[in-house]
């Protein structure tokens, strides 16, 4: 298995970003310059309001030690260290977060109610998929989604090579046959529907197998015909193994919002000035990470002490396919998110019962610090 990393009331945007500009003026002027995805929850309620950051006089999620400290912020990446996160590792070997005052530690592993802890303040940033911020959002989980480095979703169909008549090429060839998700309501689950809604078809034309993270396992022992996953990371593995594949990817029928990254809406309007820094620095690194990948693995490799040196080849693999998708797109800043991806997103989670209403897509995600990052 390949590791994964997976308007408001109170104030607007120009309000955040002109407090944002002052602070850099005033520091111009007195010194110099020196992170699978969780099941949806139900639909919310038709008469519930957009979320208003709660007033709280501190921010356990970003605190400063001692003056003239550096600002230490916490960001929830995924299960475990993955060369999917080597910008952030890039910045941090690099001492990007370091010039920007920032002391960044970043966490693994499961934790319960991730996204209520960013609208907290608990932690500051957090890996987060459109599919799962948007049920969340609707319910007053004050967060928003502030940077990616996906420029398409990765999220597809995944089918052994001659395992399957016809060929996987097409939603369609998937009639009928037994597909793996990870588990129910999981964004590979809305991958899978997406698809088969392009093709008129739902659920009940296949059958729905839920199979954690064991796709290639599944696979190479025929439990399924075809496993929804990231592409990148299975195809790889599968590769590795001499397996030629056969691929049908979600991005190709519709353009879902991929994984990102999401602040609390408390931290957007009390501190937009650690939200820029933090975009500013990570920014470096995935450019960094796209411009020297043999850098970003051997960043990526610091984190991950008990991969072998056998195993490294592959992960250098997932690497080179996972940067293709972090390319930067024509026509978009680096970082920034397509709202014309959060409108379909919203439209497809409404028409399969995920969300029972819609709202001003504008809500979910904002491209105003990606927008004014450092170069």
Same mark, same amino acid.
């Given at each position: ?7 408001? /009331? +109170? ?6 970003? $002109? ?15 020196p ?26 999620g970003?605190?400063?030690? $001692? ?12 299960? #475990? ?5 080597? %910008? ?28 209520q802890?960013?609208?907290?303040g ?14 969340q ?5 004050a ?10 979703? %990765?999220?597809? +169909? ?13 939603p ?8 793996g ?5 999981s ?16 659920d009940?034309?296949?059958?729905? #197998?839920?199979?954690g993270?064991?796709? #290639? ?11 929804? *996953?990231?592409?990148?990371? /299975? ?11 056969? =691929?049908?990817a ?18 957007? &309007?009390?501190? %937009? /000035? ?6 500013? $620095? *990570? ?22 002490? /008990? ?8 992960q ?5 396919? =996972? ?5 930067? #797109? ?14 379909? =997103?919203?439209?497809f ?20 610090f990606?927008?004014?990052? &450092?170069?």
């Amino acid at each position: 298995m390949v590791a994964r990393p997976y308007p408001y /009331e +109170a104030m607007t945007w120009k309000s955040a970003l $002109a407090g944002l500009i002052c602070l850099q003026l005033l520091a111009a002027c007195t010194s110099p310059a020196p992170q699978s995805s969780p099941a949806a929850q139900p639909p919310a309620s038709p008469t519930q309001s957009a979320p208003t950051p709660l007033a709280r006089p501190t921010l356990p999620g970003v605190s400063a030690t $001692a003056p003239q400290a550096q600002t230490k912020i916490q960001v929830a990446l995924g299960f #475990v260290p993955s060369v999917q996160s080597a %910008p952030f590792y890039m910045a941090q070997d690099k001492g990007y977060y370091a010039a920007e005052g920032l002391d960044v530690e970043l966490k693994y592993g499961t934790i319960q109610n991730l996204l209520q802890l960013v609208s907290s303040g608990d932690i500051a940033f957090a890996s987060a998929s459109g599919d799962s911020l948007m049920p969340q959002r609707q319910q007053g989980v004050a967060v928003t989604y502030v940077l990616t480095f996906w420029t398409r979703n %990765p999220i597809g +169909a995944l089918g052994l090579a001659g395992n399957n008549a016809p060929p996987l090429r097409t939603p369609v060839d998937l009639k009928g046959k037994s597909v793996g998700v990870s588990a129910p309501n999981s964004s590979t689950h809305f991958g899978l529907k997406a698809l088969l809604r392009s093709a008129n078809m739902s659920d009940s034309d296949v059958n729905l #197998v839920a199979i954690g993270t064991t796709e #290639v396992e599944a696979l190479v022992q025929k439990r399924i015909d075809a496993a929804m *996953t990231f592409l990148p990371n /299975e195809s790889a593995q599968m590769k590795s193994l001499g397996l030629p594949v056969e =691929t049908i990817a979600v991005s190709d029928y519709l353009d879902l919002v991929p994984s990102g990254f999401v602040a609390g809406d408390k931290l957007i &309007s009390e501190h %937009p /000035e650690i939200v820029q820094k933090f975009v500013n $620095a *990570t920014l470096r690194g995935l450019r960094d990470s796209l411009a020297n990948p043999g850098d970003a693995f051997e960043s990526s490799l610091k984190r991950m002490p /008990e991969l072998s040196p056998d195993s490294q080849p592959l992960q250098r693999d997932v690497l080179t396919a =996972t940067l293709e998708y972090y390319r930067p #797109v024509p026509g978009r800043s680096t970082g920034s998110t397509d709202p014309d991806a959060w409108v379909k =997103t919203q439209d497809f989670m409404q028409s399969i019962g995920v969300i029972d209403h819609a709202v001003d897509p504008k809500q979910y995600y904002s491209n105003m610090f990606v927008d004014h990052a &450092s170069p």
